[in-house]
């Protein structure tokens, strides 16, 4: 069974600073991998998806990798803002399942 | 464009009253509709998905039931809750090439 890990936990960084969430996976066989944020209470927002055929997708600050053959995928966020606090939670896909990971709290700190 | 409905967005229900929780998705056809549990702190629990009409894979044993009796319309459902049942219910639709979008959420308590 797939099972998909975020280190770390969590993670409080000053404003403006660069940072990088991990996500892992035991099965490398995906069909894609998605990054999601998650505010207090609300539904997961779609950020990023990448294709199991790609190795890196952008938007704005954001930037995730993939590496299937290692089971690793990276979100980087750049020039980190207050705005940016929440959890973010990675998904990998297997045909018509989705596993996630436990997430990673950010915490920007003005 | 797409959009995904759940509600109610916050319930509040004793031990042995049933449930039902509603997600409807709009601008799409044929869609693949899923329910998650996310626990205080926790991460998502697949509870139940369906690729199509009357098409429920339960994943996780449980006092839970899923139904869809249309296209578009996923309900979630139980007879008798338990206080275990508390959480986030969180619906999602995905196209054939799969792609996850969630709605808002909705917040169970059980007393």
């Known amino acids: 069974k797939q099972e998909v890990t975020q280190i770390p936990a969590a993670l409080s960084v000053p404003e403006g600073e660069n940072l990088v969430l991990n996500c892992s996976f035991t099965?490398?066989?995906?069909?894609?991998l998605q990054w999601f944020r998650q505010d207090p209470g609300k539904g997961l927002t779609s950020l990023l998806l990448?294709?199991?055929?790609?190795r890196e997708q952008t938007s704005g600050r954001l930037n995730a990798s993939l590496d299937k053959s290692s089971g690793r995928s990276t979100l980087y966020i750049a020039a980190s803002q207050p705005g940016d606090s929440a959890t973010y939670l990675c998904?990998?896909?297997?045909?018509?399942?989705?596993?996630f990971g436990s997430g990673t709290k950010l915490n920007v700190k003005p | 464009s797409q959009t995904i409905h759940q509600w109610p967005a916050t319930l509040v229900q004793p031990v042995g009253s049933p449930l039902s929780l509603e997600c409807t998705v709009e601008?799409?056809?044929?869609?693949?509709l899923y329910w998650y549990r996310q626990a205080a702190g926790r991460g998502l629990q697949l509870l139940f998905y369906?690729?199509?009409?009357?098409?429920i894979s339960s994943e996780v044993p449980q006092n839970l039931s899923a139904s869809r009796p249309q296209d578009r319309q996923f309900i979630l459902s139980s007879k008798k809750l338990l206080l275990s049942d508390s959480g986030f219910y969180l619906c999602?639709?995905?196209?054939?090439?799969?792609?996850?979008?969630f709605g808002e959420g909705s917040r169970l308590t059980v007393l």
């Open positions: 369906s690729v199509g009409i009357g098409q």
């Open positions: 099965d490398s066989a995906i069909y894609n």
């Open positions: 998904a990998v896909a297997n045909f018509n399942k989705f596993y």
């Open positions: 990448i294709q199991s055929s790609q």
């Open positions: 999602a639709w995905s196209p054939i090439t799969p792609e996850l979008f």
């Open positions: 601008g799409t056809s044929n869609p693949n």
